[in-house]
């Protein structure tokens, strides 16, 4: 059974830093893109920030240049770093997987960020 855990979020003051990590487990082949969305409080979920296996980034306008995402194919493993935080960046932040074999999208249960001073 393929399962993507989160773990990092909480609570930190403006201009803080965190660190999310999503471990994958149970996928055979592995990961194509994985990727970090968020969803506020009576909003849609959004993209966040997404990396290719080969590594390849793409970032939100409202998170460039603040954000990095990063993987470890071999773990299964994605990373978002969060510098500079702003009060508006509070959600609950899910991570994605799209497994090779078999094409299928998956999401981890989601851990919540909190900015607040």
């Known amino acids: 059974q393929v399962q993507l855990v989160e773990s990092g979020g909480g609570l930190v003051q403006p201009g803080g830093s965190l660190r999310l990590s999503c471990a994958g487990s149970?996928?055979?082949?592995?990961?194509?893109?994985m990727g970090w969305y968020r969803q506020a409080p009576g909003k849609q979920r959004e993209l966040v920030a997404s990396i290719s296996s080969g590594g390849s980034t793409t970032y939100a306008d409202y998170v460039k240049g603040r954000f990095t995402i990063s993987r470890d194919s071999a773990k299964k493993t994605v990373y978002l770093q969060m510098n500079s935080l702003r009060l508006e960046i509070t959600a609950v932040y899910y991570c994605n997987a799209h497994q090779i074999l078999p094409p299928r999208v998956y999401w981890g249960q989601g851990t919540q960020v909190t900015v607040s001073s």
């Open positions: 149970g996928s055979m082949f592995g990961f194509n893109a």
